[in-house]
């Protein structure tokens, strides 16, 4: 099978593998798994921030970020299509007692003037804002990248208006390989960043929580009490390491693999936009009839929608499963589907 459903679905390499199986170990609740330590210290400074937390997931991380940056009752304002308002299970209210108010704006971008327009002044009937969310590469808008001048306006304006930010930056290290700005320049901009190591980086597991040195520290407290306290978890955490000290410079790879399959898609006659990064997003008519014929000839991608799917390009495909997946596509153009 040609799995294009994700970059979360890489296996991890063979030396990534022995990473983890001789890492050294301790608990890490305690705070002495040295891996773990290693891991934060090498991501903080990849960040430019003063410390970082390990945890389980980026929606552990997200929702661990969100609940520093406000208190119940609180307003977080955010993208319409952003993963935190879509696909992190109704944490916001779950977990932090939260109101989301998200924002329409083109592919992603909130820009400071849809920003200014929701914030609502002090006023005992309404929700009080306290943090606006960022998230780079955005998903839904296909991997698009934020750039850096809209990014900082944004963060500049929800300042201004007394919010502090959170980036979801799941793939932000997409966004730093494909316009060679360092992830920390979009940092700078956020008081708190998660990243994940479990997507285009290739381990099977982990995210960070970055910021300064008294959020990381409460942070710990909320991980605890969200259930994220691992005790030797340097045997997962090696794999991060592992893949942050080797894997983001490769990114372009992917990204290379993705506009080479986009292209294919194109000539084969579908709507596609040309990728920034790792994401495709096609027009296809019918997702669902279109992913079952496309499962038959071994290639699996998701649906977007009722008639768009998304491909995601990463380290387990290679240039010669992008073209058989293009093929694959292309038999299936010809087919009488719904358009
Ligand atoms: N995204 C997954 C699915 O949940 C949709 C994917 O396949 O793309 N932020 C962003 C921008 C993400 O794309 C994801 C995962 C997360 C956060 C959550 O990370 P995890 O899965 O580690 O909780």
């Not at 001789?22 to 400074?45: C, K, Q």
């Not at 929606?59 to 609940?67: A, E, F, R, V, Y």
């Given at each position: 099978?040609?799995?294009?459903?994700?970059?979360?679905?890489?296996?991890?390499?063979?030396?990534?593998?022995?990473?983890?199986?001789?890492?050294?170990?301790?608990?890490?609740?305690?705070?002495?798994?040295?891996?773990?330590?290693?891991?934060?210290?090498?991501?903080?400074?990849?960040?430019?921030?003063?410390?970082s937390?390990?945890?389980?997931?980026?929606?552990?991380?997200?929702?661990?970020?969100?609940?520093?940056?406000?208190?119940?009752?609180?307003?977080v304002?955010?993208?319409?299509?952003?993963?935190?308002?879509?696909?992190?299970?109704?944490?916001?209210?779950?977990?932090?007692?939260?109101?989301?108010?998200?924002?329409?704006?083109?592919?992603?971008?909130?820009?400071?003037?849809a920003?200014?327009?929701?914030?609502?002044?002090?006023?005992?009937?309404?929700?009080?804002?306290?943090?606006?969310?960022?998230?780079?590469?955005?998903?839904?808008?296909?991997?698009?990248?934020?750039?850096?001048?809209?990014?900082?306006?944004?963060?500049?304006?929800?300042?201004?208006?007394?919010?502090?930010?959170?980036?979801?930056?799941?793939?932000?290290?997409?966004?730093?390989?494909?316009?060679?700005?360092?992830?920390?320049?979009?940092?700078?901009?956020?008081?708190?960043?998660s990243?994940?190591?479990?997507?285009?980086?290739g381990?099977?597991?982990?995210?960070?929580?970055?910021?300064?040195?008294?959020?990381?520290?409460?942070?710990?407290?909320?991980?605890?009490?969200?259930?994220g306290?691992?005790?030797?978890?340097?045997?997962?955490?090696?794999?991060?390491l592992?893949?942050?000290?080797h894997?983001?410079?490769?990114?372009?790879?992917?990204?290379?693999?993705?506009?080479?399959?986009?292209?294919?898609?194109?000539?084969?006659?579908?709507?596609?936009?040309?990728?920034?990064?790792?994401?495709?997003?096609?027009?296809?008519?019918?997702?669902?009839?279109?992913?079952?014929?496309?499962?038959?000839?071994?290639?699996?991608?998701?649906?977007?929608?009722?008639?768009a799917?998304?491909?995601?390009?990463?380290?387990?495909?290679?240039g010669?499963?992008i073209?058989?997946?293009?093929?694959?596509?292309?038999?299936?153009?010809?087919?009488?589907?719904?358009?």
């Open positions: 099978m040609i799995d294009l459903r994700s970059d979360t679905v890489t296996r991890p390499t063979e030396p990534m593998r022995r990473a983890m199986s001789e890492a050294p170990v301790g608990d890490d609740v305690f705070g002495d798994d040295p891996t773990v330590n290693r891991l934060e210290e090498y991501v903080s400074g990849l960040l430019g921030k003063e410390a937390i390990y945890c389980p997931s980026g929606t552990m991380t997200n929702q661990i970020g969100l609940h520093l940056g406000t208190s119940r009752g609180d307003e304002i955010l993208h319409e299509d952003a993963h935190i308002f879509n696909y992190e299970a109704g944490a916001p209210a779950l977990l932090s007692g939260v109101q989301v108010r998200p924002v329409f704006g083109e592919r992603g971008v909130v820009s400071p003037e920003l200014r327009a929701v914030v609502r002044p002090e006023n005992i009937h309404f929700p009080r804002p306290k943090l606006l969310c960022l998230e780079n590469t955005h998903n839904v808008a296909g991997g698009r990248i934020l750039p850096l001048e809209g990014f900082a306006a944004v963060a500049a304006e929800a300042r201004t208006l007394g919010l502090k930010v959170h980036l979801d930056g799941a793939r932000l290290f997409n966004a730093a390989v494909a316009t060679g700005v360092p992830a920390r320049e979009w940092c700078e901009h956020a008081d708190t960043v990243v994940c190591s479990s997507k285009g980086l381990a099977p597991v982990g995210s960070l929580l970055a910021g300064d040195e008294e959020t990381i520290r409460e942070a710990r407290r909320v991980r605890k009490a969200f259930g306290g691992m005790r030797q978890a340097g045997v997962i955490a090696a794999a991060s592992y893949a942050f000290e894997h983001v410079g490769r990114l372009a790879e992917d990204h290379e693999r993705a506009r080479r399959l986009a292209e294919g898609l194109a000539e084969a006659g579908y709507a596609v936009e040309m990728p920034e990064t790792n994401i495709v997003l096609v027009d296809v008519g019918n997702a669902g009839e279109f992913l079952a014929a496309l499962a038959e000839r071994g290639v699996l991608a998701t649906p977007r929608g009722e008639s799917v998304r491909f995601v390009t990463h380290l387990d495909v290679d010669e499963a073209d058989a997946a293009v093929e694959a596509a292309a038999e299936l153009s010809a087919y009488p589907l719904e358009r």
